[in-house]
């Protein structure tokens, strides 16, 4: 799978939009970018994963670069709750990889009041 | 998304005895399951991946012999950790993967945390 970066941390006010940016410049044409977060204590929780189009749910968007080298999920309106470490990982989606996801470090993001 | 749950949230043991995590896949039948460990301000490690009907596979540096896991149905998996020592002492999860037209996307349980005496 491969490799990502990403930022240690990063602040946001409350109301405003989280940019979380990602880098996976080694990524391979059948890997997937899929991100969780972890709220403390909890477990991991599915936000939202794409190939190469921008996505959105419910939760969030994530856009994708056109050389795929990078992505950025971007929550529009961070709350209180959306206070979490963000994953960003990327592997492929075949039957075989299913779970073998490889955890960086992650983001921590701080939504302020 | 599926939903998975793990029992007990938390256990206190003492050392030398064994504990066992129970993870279930409530509303999706999975032939897999993963299981992961988290040390406190660390990232998740897998552990092994648990495959229902069949011996666990272990990522390198994990003892399958301290780290039992069964899967005898597609809806529970359950990891024991044998002869639990304080070294033991850490978060462990549990996750399901899901198909959706060859993507699979993962969910996890609430995790477990387990504090070794």
């Known amino acids: 799978d491969a490799k990502t970066t990403q930022p240690t941390s990063m602040d946001c006010a409350e109301g405003r939009a989280a940019n979380l940016p990602c880098n996976h410049s080694t990524i391979s044409g059948n890997e997937y970018v899929y991100w969780y977060r972890q709220i403390h204590s909890q477990g991991p929780q599915y936000i939202i994963h794409?190939?190469?189009n921008n996505e959105t749910n419910e939760m969030a968007s994530l856009i994708i670069t056109e050389d795929r080298k990078s992505s950025t999920l971007i929550l529009p309106h961070a709350t209180l709750r959306d206070t979490a470490v963000y994953y960003c990982i990327v592997r492929g989606a075949h039957n075989t990889n299913a779970g073998k996801s490889t955890f960086g470090d992650g983001t921590t993001l701080t939504v302020k009041p | 998304g599926a939903v998975v749950s793990q029992h007990p949230s938390r256990v206190i043991c003492k050392s030398g005895t064994s504990v066992k995590i129970e993870c279930r896949s409530l509303?999706?039948?999975?032939?897999?399951m993963f299981w992961y460990r988290q040390f406190p301000k660390k990232s998740l490690m897998l552990m092994a991946t648990s495959n229902e009907g069949s011996k666990a596979t272990y990522e390198q540096g994990v003892e399958k012999d301290k780290f039992l896991i069964n899967h005898a149905s597609l809806t529970l998996s359950t990891l024991t950790v044998t002869s639990a020592h304080p070294e033991d002492s850490s978060f462990y999860i549990c996750?399901?993967?899901?198909?959706?037209?060859?993507?699979?996307?993962?969910?996890f349980g609430p995790g477990t945390r387990l504090l070794v005496l």
């Open positions: 996750s399901v993967g899901t198909s959706g037209i060859g993507q699979e996307t993962q969910y």
């Open positions: 509303d999706f039948q999975a032939t897999t």
């Open positions: 794409g190939l190469k």
